[in-house]
């Protein structure tokens, strides 16, 4: 099983839009451009709004039946560890074996030395095709490397290994992801992870490496625009070079994690992937969220009275609510409202501040990731929640199918 070229990372947090973001994808498909939809829903989000894995690939299933989707699709176990990794087995058919928690420690020493014997072929100056500056490969550069990451990689293989076994090699995607750690991963550092994943015998097809920046949840990229381009390119050239060095799957692509909403670094993204020819994965989710907010709140009357509970829900519990997220956020509270102006908000202000559309003055990205991380609140309206989102359907799927497309699919795949 080989993963599509182009994918995107859909799946929300209550199960309700597949349809409208499967009607997002296929309309980019009928616009000559091929990408096949990924649900994803990551296990700290089944533990708080406490839905099953099961409902994830029920949500792809029927979606898929209703809008009579053709193409290939897939169901992400996101973030799993082999602690976790048994409840998403039967219902996913790519798996993110996320190890970012061993990065950083060391091996044993035998199998550091072992590390640097296995890839002392590549030292001295090695050039990468596509890439202008030759990397120093010394020995030192490799035991550091083996610090850093050969562990993980002992910690993906086991995991791999135990996938393997239960699904059989062919009926699953491999994902690694590393972005959740500290440090970023340097393009060279990328190609002898790759290097050790083969030696290793683990068949990795997407791999997510922390980028330089602050990927936070919601808002756009923070960090060097320029800096970001030149290591994304190279981190590219470095996969289609992995993959005839290293004989490692023609699929072999990269994923972007919270890749949703970055778009002052997509130009980047999108003329990386057309100058290589290479493929993508751009992992979202937590976007859809947002728009059915927005949804209700665009709706009026009982809808936009829900996206001012949760708004004040979020406020009473700000520490709670932020803390799980807290290296992947950036909100300034003295830019937030307070609850009692949110309350005499109307349809128009509340969304204006919500949409990410950062040409509207009105639009407040600290509003927005307080709201990003407050589905808590909604869990806990149950029905009343539940109930208007369907009550409200029609406007929820349209701004959710807007978003995926208008804001995020075009503007990385179109090919103009
Ligand atoms: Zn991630």
Redesign the pocket.
């Known amino acids: 099983m080989l993963i599509d070229k182009y994918t995107f990372g859909v799946g929300d947090r209550f199960t309700k839009e597949g349809e409208a973001q499967l009607e997002a994808i296929q309309e980019l498909n009928d616009r000559g451009i091929p990408v096949a939809p990924v649900w994803n829903k990551s296990y700290r989000e089944h533990t708080i709004i406490r839905t099953n894995h099961s409902s994830v690939a029920k949500e792809a299933a029927d979606a898929v039946a209703a809008k009579g989707w053709k193409g290939n699709y897939y169901v992400d176990a996101d973030?799993i560890s082999l602690k976790i990794v048994d409840e998403f087995i039967d219902y996913s058919n790519f798996f993110t074996i996320d190890v970012a928690h061993f990065i950083g420690q060391a091996a044993d020493a035998g199998s550091r030395e072992e590390f640097v014997k296995r890839h002392s072929k590549y030292m001295g100056k090695m050039s990468i095709p596509g890439i202008d500056e030759e990397f120093d490969v010394t020995n030192e550069f490799l035991a550091k490397v083996a610090d850093n990451y050969l562990l993980a990689i002992q910690d993906v293989k086991k995991i791999y290994d135990h996938i393997c076994s239960k699904k059989g090699k062919e009926n699953f995607i491999p994902e690694v992801?590393m972005?959740?750690c500290e440090i970023a991963q340097s393009p060279i550092e990328l190609f002898f992870i790759l290097a050790e994943l083969k030696a290793q015998g683990v068949e990795v097809q997407t791999i997510?490496p922390k980028f330089t920046g602050l990927f936070a949840k919601g808002v756009d990229y923070i960090g060097d625009i320029e800096g970001f381009a030149k290591e994304f390119e190279q981190d590219v050239a470095v996969c289609q070079f992995a993959k005839k060095e290293l004989s490692l799957p023609a699929s072999l692509k990269l994923s972007v994690?919270?890749g949703s909403d970055k778009f002052s670094i997509y130009p980047a993204i999108k003329n990386a992937i057309i100058r290589f020819d290479a493929g993508i994965h751009v992992k979202t989710a937590g976007t859809t969220w947002l728009e059915e907010v927005i949804g209700l709140a665009e709706a009026g009357g009982v809808g936009l009275e829900i996206a001012k509970k949760i708004f004040s829900g979020s406020m009473a519990r700000y520490d709670e609510l932020t803390e799980p997220y807290a290296t992947v956020l950036n909100i300034d509270k003295s830019e937030l409202p307070t609850v009692d102006e949110v309350n005499k908000y109307t349809s128009e202000q509340f969304t204006k501040a919500l949409i990410h559309d950062q040409s509207c003055a009105d639009y407040n990205p600290s509003f927005r990731q307080l709201i990003h991380v407050g589905y808590k609140i909604a869990v806990e309206l149950g029905d009343e929640f539940r109930i208007a989102l369907e009550e409200f359907r029609d406007v929820i799927a349209k701004n959710v199918k807007y978003n995926i497309l208008n804001r995020h699919l075009l503007l990385l795949f179109s090919k103009k």
Do not use: L
Request: hydrophobic share 15%; glycine share 0%; no cysteine.
């Open positions: 973030h992801s972005d959740e997510a994690h919270s």
